[in-house]
């Protein structure tokens, strides 16, 4: 049987290119095919969060699918600079200088949407996700840079700082008031799923339908590219993508719209007294969940699986069920870091070897 695809367009935009030159880059290449031929697979990649995007697209008019993919990757660096902890002009840390703030302030639509969804979560998961967390990420920074373990009063007096009720939201207002002294939001348990959603509906709103957006592990899915079953990924406990089965990897083929996010200690965790901790810690306790650990989970959204994915990493697995009924058709991979077949939580779709 004859392919509906051609062979696949694959454009990457080294960091180093000037805006211009990247787009006449991307449209030189492109500009060779025409726009009524078979479904062309395009990739593009863009530097971003710290992480590397990855657009990959099916579509018959590849120039259509570059000019979308703009669009998408302007949207990804407006959601950094709305939620990013490390830049300390981002929009997330402006706010944060305000309180304790008598007054509320105005906020952008990300800004608001992202903090509604994250405190929900928070909410659905009894703590275990914390947006407020801020304090005592700064403090594992501090201590990791140090090469000590924080003492009990620093984390007591981080964990002081923190609380999800002392962030009011106003949706309709669009305003954010924080009323805690030292309050710290950190959005990196979410913002990127966040991210691969939006730039997922920037490229549905141009019409690129058959779109995979990856943000380094954590991926949005839309339409499958017709005749191929659907997407197929393969899941590691180190992340996703790359390995191959006899590694250990799980190759699961997507056939609907959804997304999946991967949360672990693989490539971010701290080393101190020869104990490993994660970059994920526990809200509760205030110390890093002890790896090494891996969590992947599938859900109708990216905002959601991310932020299921860092909840699920501190929580108990009785508590990670009852938190993924909580958010109906998602389900969640327990890698065992001894290695061996995960712990499936629900329905867990599309596994071909497991
Ligand atoms: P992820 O890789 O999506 O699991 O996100 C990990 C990041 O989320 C960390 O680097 C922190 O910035 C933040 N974080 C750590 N622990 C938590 C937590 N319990 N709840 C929410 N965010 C967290
Ligand atoms: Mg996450």
Redesign the pocket.
């Known amino acids: 049987m004859m392919s509906h695809y051609a062979p696949p367009v694959q454009i990457s935009r080294p960091d180093t290119l000037s805006k211009v030159w990247k787009i006449s880059l991307i449209f030189g290449l492109l500009g060779i095919w025409g726009c009524r031929g078979p479904l062309q697979k395009v990739e593009l990649e863009h530097a971003a969060m710290g992480t590397r995007f990855r657009i990959v697209s099916y579509h018959r008019d590849p120039q259509k699918v570059g000019r979308a993919a703009l669009l998408a990757m302007e949207k990804i660096d407006r959601i950094e600079q709305a939620c990013s902890?490390w830049n300390p002009d981002s929009e997330i840390r402006q706010l944060c200088r305000t309180a304790p703030s008598a007054n509320p302030v105005s906020a952008s639509g990300d800004l608001i949407e992202i903090l509604s969804l994250a405190i929900e979560i928070s909410r659905e998961s009894a703590g275990?996700?914390?947006?407020t967390?801020g304090p005592l990420?700064r403090l594992w920074r501090r201590c990791q840079q140090a090469g000590r373990l924080p003492r009990p009063d620093e984390l007591q007096r981080a964990r002081r700082a923190m609380g999800i009720e002392s962030i009011i939201i106003d949706v309709d207002a669009g305003t954010v008031q924080l009323l805690r002294e030292g309050i710290g939001i950190?959005l990196?348990?979410?913002a990127?799923g966040y991210a691969t959603d939006a730039a997922l509906k920037v490229m549905e709103a141009q019409g690129i339908e058959h779109t995979l957006i990856d943000g380094g592990g954590?991926i949005s899915l839309g339409v499958p590219p017709p005749g191929r079953g659907g997407w197929r990924l393969e899941l590691e406990p180190n992340g996703i993508g790359g390995g191959s089965s006899s590694e250990g990897g799980i190759r699961v083929i997507f056939d609907d719209r959804g997304a999946v996010?991967t949360?672990g200690d693989a490539s971010?965790f701290v080393e101190i007294d020869g104990k490993r901790y994660s970059?994920?810690?526990?809200?509760a306790t205030g110390w890093g969940v002890p790896g090494p650990h891996a969590v992947t989970v599938h859900a109708a959204e990216g905002a959601i699986a991310?932020a299921l994915?860092?909840?699920i990493?501190?929580l108990e697995v009785e508590q990670a069920k009852s938190l993924l009924d909580s958010f109906p058709g998602s389900s969640a991979l327990l890698f065992d870091p001894a290695g061996g077949p995960p712990r499936v939580l629900g329905e867990f779709p599309g596994m071909t070897n497991h």
């Open positions: 902890d275990a996700f914390d947006p967390i990420v950190d990196g348990g979410i990127k954590d996010a949360s971010r970059h994920i810690l526990d809200p991310d994915a860092t909840a990493s501190v």
